[in-house]
């Protein structure tokens, strides 16, 4: 998607672009994509449960997310995945394409964004640049330039994980 490659090169924002087979889940992602010196990361899309507000959390990729947690811990009360065709509307994405690139998409600024405390500790991310058959490496400070320029701010948070 040339947008998406726009808009990083409008900005500034240094990336490194890798090309690999479709990749829809975690494991996908491990099988088809090669090593890279990135955090890889997994994007849930969610919305509470009155479709008023959403959200776009940004997790370590091996973290299983407690939804029912997280919904008590940012104040939204009950989570559930978004829609197809509502992550379409708010991302311009389709499911398996789930990316905080796609901020770009969300002039609105109709989606909040929480971004689990433990990736603050790396140096560098992995995120698809809209499509899920490209993997971008982007650093923490190429990130911040990102969020900046698509005027989103992220709200750092210990993302709760399910137990077992």
Wanted: hydrophobic residues 45%; charged residues 25%; aromatic residues 8%.
């Amino acid at each position: 998607m040339s947008d998406v490659y726009q808009f990083l090169a409008d900005h500034h924002i240094e990336y490194q672009r890798h090309d690999h087979p479709a990749v829809f889940t975690v494991a996908d992602v491990e099988r088809l994509v090669p090593p890279l010196p990135a955090a890889k990361t997994k994007n849930l899309f969610l919305r509470d449960k009155k479709g008023k507000r959403h959200f776009l959390v940004v997790v370590p990729a091996q973290k299983r997310v407690d939804i029912k947690a997280l919904g008590a811990a940012i104040g939204a009360g009950r989570l559930s995945f978004g829609s197809p065709a509502r992550l379409k509307r708010y991302l311009g994405v389709d499911p398996g394409s789930v990316t905080i690139l796609a901020l770009i998409r969300d002039s609105g600024h109709a989606v909040e964004v929480v971004f689990d405390k433990i990736l603050g500790q790396e140096k560098a991310f992995q995120f698809h640049p809209l499509i899920n058959t490209s993997t971008l490496v982007i650093s923490r400070d190429n990130l911040q330039r990102f969020l900046d320029a698509a005027g989103h701010e992220i709200r750092s948070l210990d993302v709760p994980a399910q137990k077992g």
